[in-house]
T-cell receptor, first 111, second 114 residues
Framework: LAKTTQPISMDSYEGQEVNITCSHN???????ITWYQQFPSQGPRFIIQ???TKVTNEVASLFIPADRKSSTLSLPRVSLSDTAVYYC????????????FGAGTTVTVRA | EAGVAQSPRYKIIEKRQSVAFWCNPI?????LYWYQQILGQGPKLLIQ????????DSQLPKDRFSAERLKGVDSTLKIQPAKLEDSAVYLC????????????FGPGTRLTVT
């Protein structure tokens, strides 16, 4: 499994855009990048997955440069309810796919 | 659609006692997982089931932890005897076998061992 590095914490204010960058220098050709979100006292929740370029859904956007050695999760116009831990995971979409969580990035949104 | 159900939500026991957690996955999800999440860390996979068979239990401390999924639906995770370091949140998740990167987690059971 490719090792990932992401900031331990980030602070933001309501209405701002939050960008969390994850480094995965040894990502393999068949690896995908997946992000999960975990609110306090809840289990993690799948947010988004991508392989290259840009992926967008109703929750976030994921930007992946051509070399795929990093990725950026973008949360537009955050609110207090976006305060959570965000995990970046890298792995192959195979039958033996396993989620390997690091410590994640704690995002705190202030009023 | 109902989510992953877990019970109890909280449990406090003394060391050397036993405890059991229950999980009911999303209907139709053949793959079920148990994770342990220690405070300040990400979840760690303990065991993975495909239907009622174990796919991966490499990180399960088998001297004290056991899990079963007898009919391929509900699952129980047991700790016997508990140690102080077992204090954690135990999360159950399920997924479609073809979409293992998209797992649905339950709310977890917070275990405190005193």
């Amino acid at each position: 499994l490719a090792k990932t590095t992401q900031p331990i914490s980030m602070d933001s204010y309501e209405g701002q855009e939050v960008n969390i960058t994850c480094s995965h220098n040894n990502i393999a050709t068949n690896d995908y990048i997946t992000w999960y979100q975990q609110f306090p006292s809840q289990g993690p929740r799948f947010i988004i997955q991508g392989y290259k370029t840009k992926v967008t859904n109703e929750v976030a956007s994921l930007f992946i440069p051509a070399d795929r050695k990093s990725s950026t999760l973008s949360l537009p116009r955050v609110s207090l309810s976006d305060t959570a831990v965000y995990y970046c995971l890298v792995g192959r979409r195979s039958n033996d796919y396993k989620l390997s969580f690091g410590a994640g990035t704690t995002v705190t949104v202030r009023a | 659609e109902a989510g992953v159900a877990q019970s109890p939500r909280y449990k406090i026991i003394e060391k050397r006692q036993s405890v059991a957690f229950w999980c009911n996955p999303i209907s139709g999800h053949a793959t079920l997982y148990w994770y342990q999440q220690i405070l300040g860390q990400g979840p760690k996979l303990l065991i993975q089931f495909q239907n009622n068979g174990v796919v991966d239990d490499s990180q399960l401390p088998k001297d004290r932890f056991s899990a079963e999924r007898l009919k391929g639906v509900d699952s129980t995770l047991k700790i016997q005897p508990a140690k102080l370091e077992d204090s954690a949140v135990y999360l159950c998740a399920s997924s479609d076998p073809g979409l293992k990167y998209e797992q649905y987690f339950g709310p977890g059971t917070r275990l405190t061992v005193t």
